[in-house]
């Protein structure tokens, strides 16, 4: 977690603008969010205009993002509107700044259906996580949640 | 809301009948259920037989539907086994008819995790929700739910 | 249900062993939780090391798995860790012993939001559900929950 899916028309970033489009995401739930670096997966998917539309027509010009949040529950309404606005913010200059349209929405699943390397990640917050943060890979826990 | 992703094998569709069935999508949840077209996005996404499995074989007539919903909650399973009967029923030209084999699951994801060209998307049914509809694009809000 | 994307890195699995990858979670499925077999889709999604990142860096040995649940509800943490176990177990083959870093994660949606062929799949555990099991195809229900 987070897995983040962008959709976007053919062109639409270079090589080097996905390289910084998604440094940029993976620095947001690190700095704001303390996550391990490692856990932001960010995919690019490429489309012809003939295989996307929105509002039944092909748009070029639209970049559709799907995202699963995992690590962190977010129930009350005003921090999940907190989190939307920031990524809103800090990522206009792969967006807004392009005038392009975009679209954003973000899921969450459960923390026990959750893997890394065959290793349940630890709890939100726990010594373990801080750990794994600061050396950016899983490893064995050795805190409470330890099993 | 809704995103709509169309797993296909090569040569399923032609561009015209994507174009067709991402249009027919779209009206059924513009005359429906009202929700602004801009809504509705349809991605199409084509398999070569070796990548796509169902019961463990290639399987070169199966067309496989992933949506999420957001704009709209529908707890009663009543409605959402109508609205599955309404989407088979419906889309029959381009699925059921063609004799294909084919599988649709929806899930819903929450609303206050949803932005379009930055903004929240208006409260289902609201004044500001009828607006979008009928310009057919997202704004600034005007009504109750501005903030 | 369930529904799994493989998102891998190009050149991780050849053609035949995709489909041993495929056939492997089919059996799991099949044979400790009784699933028909046809209710498994597995779909490879090949990408290219300029699409995928992982901590805001490409990743040419990273495999990443999102499934959706529908036919079985999983509420207690316990059966969905054992799940995951099993899992990272039985796969292997595909996943560690390959020197692969690899994560999954599950989510679950819901089961009248979901219909294969235009039919509502049986209840779990029905004799319906074991009808279809058997003849490993969809038909109409005659138990219990036809309607």
Redesign the interface.
């Known amino acids: ?1 987070p ?1 983040w899916h962008i ?1 976007h028309p053919a062109g639409t970033y270079t ?1 080097q603008e ?2 910084e489009f ?2 940029q ?3 947001l739930y690190a700095d704001l969010i303390e996550l ?12 012809s205009a ?9 748009d070029n010009g ?1 970049v ?1 993002i ?1 995202i ?1 949040h ?1 690590a962190r529950r ?1 129930p009350e ?1 005003g921090k ?2 907190w ?2 606005n920031t ?2 913010q800090e990522l206009a200059p792969f967006l ?1 700044d392009r005038e392009l ?10 923390h ?7 290793y ?1 990640p630890p709890a939100p917050g726990s010594v373990d996580e801080q750990r794994w943060a600061a050396q ?1 890979k899983p490893a064995p826990l050795v805190g409470e949640q330890a099993d």
Chains 1, 2, 3 share one sequence.
């Open positions: 977690m897995m959709y090589a996905k390289r998604a440094a995401i993976t620095s391990p670096r490692f856990y932001v997966s960010v995919v690019f998917h490429e489309f003939q295989d996307f539309f929105v509002g039944g027509e092909p639209y559709r799907w699963d995992i977010t309404p999940r509107r989190w939307m990524l809103n807004k349209r975009w679209e954003i929405h973000i899921d969450e699943t459960p026990e259906f959750w893997t890394i390397n065959g349940f950016n």
